[in-house]
């Protein structure tokens, strides 16, 4: 079983034995003045449950190592924190540019593992800069987290007060419609029953009186008939009730 520490790390025996094959939660580990830190990449939203561990090892005389790097300052460890950085700042852009609940669930998809992996990282940097208080980079460096710690909060909050509102601003918008569609509908209903009786009547008596108009100006006056019909129509129509505009 392979270990997550590189084999060329000449570190203490007791930080091996307590890792397994991946690198686990993000973490501090102390021991006869050597610092582990065990951190955890930017996540994949889509693959939130899969974490990829970098490990920093920061020796007795003050140099350091890292996974993935030959350097011996904490630069790495700074690259790692503005990965976060150029995370942030994308979502940022996304919450800018959102209107739609997919939109906002598009914020919040992101920013969760995101959320919960900075936090982590925060809390890591804090512990690691009580064990080391003389190092003043990283001090810097847990400062940074917990700006990014806030940071991605206020997004994560920004997100869900955003999806909040856009679901009661659909709710209210849907209320007004239906609020629309019952008064046309009542409207209707007065008129369907204000005729209903003398149309029942006539087609089951069959009733067709003589009305003079049957030779009358043929064909002229079934379509002065059929005008004035449809002029009742349009009269009928603009006494409905318009339709509310969306809310803004």
């Given at each position: 079983?392979?270990?997550?520490?590189?084999?060329?790390?000449?570190?203490?025996?007791?930080?091996?034995?307590?890792?397994?094959?991946?690198?686990g939660?993000?973490r501090v580990?102390?021991?006869s003045?050597?610092?582990?830190?065990?951190?955890h990449?930017?996540?994949?939203?889509d693959?939130p449950d899969?974490r990829e561990?970098v490990l920093?090892?920061?020796k007795?005389?003050?140099?350091?190592?890292s996974?993935?790097?030959?350097?011996?300052?904490?630069a790495?460890l700074?690259?790692?924190?503005e990965?976060?950085?150029?995370v942030?700042?994308?979502?940022?852009?996304q919450?800018?540019?959102?209107?739609?609940a997919t939109?906002?669930f598009?914020?919040?998809?992101?920013?969760?593992?995101?959320m919960?992996?900075?936090?982590n990282?925060?809390?890591?940097?804090q512990?690691?800069?009580?064990l080391?208080k003389?190092?003043?980079?990283?001090?810097?460096?847990?400062?940074?987290?917990?700006?990014?710690?806030?940071?991605?909060?206020?997004?994560?909050?920004h997100?869900?007060?955003?999806?909040?509102?856009t679901a009661?601003?659909?709710?209210e918008?849907?209320a007004r419609?239906?609020?629309?569609v019952?008064?046309?509908?009542?409207?209707?209903n007065?008129?369907?029953?204000?005729?209903?009786?003398?149309t029942?009547?006539?087609?089951?008596?069959?009733?067709?009186?003589v009305h003079?108009?049957e030779?009358?100006?043929q064909?002229?006056t079934?379509?002065l008939?059929a005008?004035?019909?449809?002029?009742i129509g349009?009269?009928?129509?603009s006494?409905?009730?318009?339709?509310?505009?969306?809310?803004a």
């Amino acid at each position: 079983m392979s270990s997550p520490i590189p084999p060329n790390w000449d570190l203490p025996a007791e930080f091996r034995e307590r890792f397994g094959s991946r690198a686990g939660r993000q973490r501090v580990m102390h021991a006869s003045g050597h610092l582990l830190i065990v951190l955890h990449a930017v996540p994949n939203p889509d693959e939130p449950d899969v974490r990829e561990g970098v490990l920093f090892w920061r020796k007795p005389d003050g140099t350091w190592r890292s996974t993935g790097s030959n350097s011996t300052t904490i630069a790495p460890l700074r690259a790692h924190l503005e990965s976060f950085d150029v995370v942030t700042d994308r979502l940022e852009e996304q919450v800018d540019r959102a209107k739609s609940a997919t939109d906002w669930f598009g914020v919040l998809h992101t920013a969760a593992p995101l959320m919960r992996t900075i936090r982590n990282l925060s809390k890591t940097l804090q512990e690691a800069r009580e064990l080391a208080k003389g190092d003043r980079e990283l001090i810097a460096m847990r400062d940074q987290a917990q700006e990014l710690e806030r940071t991605v909060e206020l997004l994560h909050a920004h997100g869900r007060d955003g999806l909040d509102f856009t679901a009661a601003k659909n709710a209210e918008d849907s209320a007004r419609a239906s609020q629309h569609v019952s008064d046309a509908g009542h409207r209707l209903n007065l008129i369907t029953a204000m005729f209903l009786p003398i149309t029942a009547l006539g087609s089951l008596l069959g009733i067709n009186l003589v009305h003079g108009f049957e030779r009358w100006h043929q064909p002229y006056t079934f379509w002065l008939v059929a005008i004035f019909a449809f002029a009742i129509g349009l009269a009928v129509r603009s006494t409905m009730p318009k339709p509310p505009p969306p809310s803004a």
